[in-house]
């Protein structure tokens, strides 16, 4: 018997063991991502003292020393809140950010040096899927470890916290776990050992976050610093989360809305086009 004739035969075409049918995927290999969005956030929950109530703790702590340094800071300058209202949203979107760039970035390059990143590029999933699936994993651990700083901060009410506007508050922080889940995707596929990640940290996001207006309204810095912060993507995220919490704002709510979600939409496209080609990956 030929061997094309072989492999027309139905019951070794590719075949489900269980039904007898042949299995074909349609334009999304639903199964396949699924099982890759839960490694994602399975990989981060299995250590959640470290990735997510680790970073809360932090969060907290940074919050109290910044109230004891700072006791009669007026609200005066700070858009009419006090300073703890006006630094809580900040630090949470500063843990968000962090934690969303940490699940992708971990994720790849140890994917990378301990050689399994055979586990999801054998898989018949497509580039698009493996976008999706890694930055799903990154926006659950931003959000969750959102959330939880929040709930924290609120029920032991180390600072004031209410709602103005939710959907401020549900869209920046959304678009900031895929922006930095997204960095941190480019970042696990370019750095081959742990020092380049922590170059990316140090060099790249540290600089942006402590620039952004985290800890103070940037209209405080001289030019051109205060021109170069309010086209910080990080700025603009965290003024548009802080004016979900606030009601205040100290840049362009739409301007810095449409502007983070096309460089987010930018970004995810290079993720797209990075596993597309297997740089760094397949070679």
């Known amino acids: 018997m030929r061997m094309d004739q072989i492999l027309d035969r139905p019951s070794l075409a590719g075949m489900s063991p269980a039904s007898g049918d042949v299995r074909r995927y349609g334009a999304v290999n639903w199964l396949g991502l699924s099982t890759l969005c ?3 956030i399975k990989r981060f929950w299995k250590v959640g003292m470290q990735t997510l109530f680790a970073p809360v703790v932090s969060s907290i702590l940074m919050l109290f020393v910044f109230k004891l340094a700072f006791p009669g800071h007026g609200g ?3 858009g009419g809140v006090s300073f703890a209202e006006f630094l809580a949203p900040g630090l ?3 843990a968000v950010l962090n934690n ?3 699940n992708t970035s971990s994720s790849l390059i140890i994917a990378k040096v301990q050689g399994n990143a055979v586990d999801f590029l054998m898989p018949p999933l497509s580039p698009l899927e493996l976008t999706v699936g890694f930055l799903t994993g990154a926006v659950a651990r931003g959000v969750l470890v959102g959330v939880v700083t929040v709930a924290v901060i609120a029920l032991a009410q180390i600072a004031p916290v209410r709602i103005s506007h939710a959907w401020a508050i549900v869209y920046y922080a959304v678009i900031a776990s895929v922006f ?3 960095v941190g995707l480019l970042g696990g596929v370019w750095a081959d050992k742990f020092d ?3 170059a990316v940290q140090n060099f790249v996001i540290m600089p942006l976050t402590m620039l952004s207006g985290t800890f103070y309204p940037i209209s405080v810095l001289v030019e051109p610093f205060e021109s170069i912060s309010r086209v910080n ?7 548009g989360f802080r004016y979900g919490f606030t009601g205040h704002h100290e840049g362009d709510l739409l301007f810095g809305a449409l502007s983070c979600l096309a460089v987010t939409a930018a970004l995810c496209a290079v993720c797209w086009m990075v596993l597309r080609s297997g740089w760094k990956l397949k070679a």
């Open 92 to 94: 949470v979107m500063m």
């Open 38 to 40: 839960q490694r994602e």
């Open 100 to 102: 969303a760039f940490a």
């Open 233 to 239: 993507p990080f700025f603009n995220l965290i003024d």
């Open 196 to 198: 380049h990640m922590a």
């Open 180 to 182: 930095m889940g997204a």
């Open 76 to 78: 005066e300058q700070l």
